[in-house]
């Protein structure tokens, strides 16, 4: 879908209300055949280690003029700094060019016959009163580089969950390395079929931008092909009011103290209502 007004309108809506969206991700004539010779060739030479089960796989890219300041081992390719920077006009039309990416991207391929990747969300700072923003503080941005569907573990999504407390955030263990590596396939509560759950089908080159704060899994690759999508990670940061926002604002946010500290929590409290 073309960045005209009604469809950049309606994303927006869906990404504040449902807490992701879809665009056409703009990429030129080339763009996607290079990216899955590059992502390939990464893929091919790096080591999957066990815990890496549930992803597929998980590297992580530093650009070189936009730099991982988290992981400055990280390996660094400027294909990266394409891939941050390309979304910028897109990012601007959506409202939230207040972003900026963390510096790298993940390399996350699910090879034939992987398994479906448990329930989590991607929010760290659950003690602070900024998680009941309605607007974005920290989004993934997913570049998929094959069309993705429920057979090759497409992307499954529960709408709203960014800011509704369900029943299922109290069941889950915290993602990835805080133990989600280590979960059983058999764990009801992390591979849940939940009523609420939209498979979110993508053709390939479009792009999902997704708050951290969403419930979101993955199927099972049960086809015969790699299913590979390139992930970002963007933040805001400040921690105010978005320069022009006009809907509600939390009290709690409001009478939040600017000197408040960073604490990393990935498990909701009472900032999810």
Known sequence: ???????IRNARRQLLEDGFCLVDGLLPAGRLEMLRAWSDEWLQRTERPARWKYQGSDIHISGKRNVLKRHRDAPKDAVVDDLIEHPAEIMAALGIADLRSGGAFQIISKPPGAPAL????DWA?????ISLSPWPQQVFLNWYLTDTTP???CLRVIPGSHRRRLDLHRHLVAPHEGGGYDVEETN???FYDHPNAVDVRVRAGQLLIGDARMLHSTRANASAE??????????????EVPAGWEGEVPAEILRRGSDLPF???REPGAYLR
């Open 125 to 129: 700072r659950w003690d602070d009163p």
């Open 188 to 190: 009801d509560w992390m």
């Open 263 to 265: 604490r990393w929590n």
């Open 226 to 239: 790699r299913r590979t999508v390139l992930l970002g990670w963007y933040y805001r940061l400040s921690n």
């Open 118 to 121: 448990y329930w989590h969300q």
């Open 151 to 153: 057979e090759n573990g």
């Open 1 to 7: 879908m073309p960045l005209d007004g009604g469809t």
